[in-house]
């Protein structure tokens, strides 16, 4: 079946520093992958999405792109801030919907001055 | 401005209770999702409608039952509350057809069951 699979965190950065969280899935066809962002006591809410391949999506200075040949899609972003603090989650919609998400497990995120 | 409501933040209740949890949209979405998030293992989907009375299985159903009476307003009921159904639960609702890919959420529901 299909599943995502995401680096475990928490990843703990400074201020300003580039962020990396990477995201690699399993899925036949061409999925639509998202990621979402859930923020400290808040519900998830989408970040940024990409439905074909070599697609970027983006979004409040954050950056992923569909890559088919390593089925992945990292986040990026390169200069983060505290109020980036957050778990995110990468998701994948299947081919043909069928009205599931897949998730990630998640990883937090830590920003420090 | 896009809004799903849950009843409560923070819920506890005693091994052998009956549970409800309510969701609520103002979008007019078709379908509509409960979620359990734990660690370590992320969001995992125990029940979804897509209509009035329609409802499936997700990939943890057992020990839960939903009801949707109303287009608006989706809920999750523990029958016999357990101590391993205390986890956070996530509402969420998306449109139907192209558009369901992106689903909304609401600020979860932390259940603790002594």
């Known amino acids: 079946g299909d599943s995502v699979t995401q680096m475990e965190g928490p990843v703990t950065l400074s201020e300003e520093a580039f962020l990396t969280i990477n995201c690699t899935y399993t899925?036949?066809?061409?999925?639509?992958l998202f990621w979402y962002v859930q923020y400290p006591g808040e519900g998830l809410q989408l970040l940024l999405k990409a439905t074909k391949a070599d697609d970027k999506g983006s979004n409040k200075g954050f950056e992923a792109t569909y890559r088919k040949e390593t089925t992945s899609f990292h986040l990026e972003k390169g200069s983060v801030q505290v109020s980036d603090s957050a778990v995110y989650f990468c998701a994948l919609w299947p081919t043909g919907g069928g009205n599931k998400l897949t998730f990630g497990t998640g990883t937090q995120l830590k920003v420090e001055l | 401005d896009v809004k799903v409501t849950q009843s409560s933040r923070y819920l506890v209740k005693r091994t052998g209770e009956k549970v409800f949890l309510e969701c609520v949209q103002d979008m007019d979405h078709e379908n509509m999702f409960w979620y359990r998030q734990d660690p370590g293992l992320g969001l995992r989907l125990i029940y979804f409608s897509y209509d009035v009375k329609m409802k499936e299985k997700g990939d943890i159903p057992e020990g839960y039952s939903v009801s949707r009476e109303k287009k608006e307003r989706f809920s999750l009921i523990l029958e016999s509350a357990s101590t391993n159904q205390t986890s956070m639960y996530l509402c969420a609702s998306s449109l139907a057809g192209p558009r369901s890919d992106t689903q909304y959420f609401g600020p979860g529901t932390r259940l603790t069951v002594l």
């Open positions: 899925a036949t066809g061409y999925p639509s």
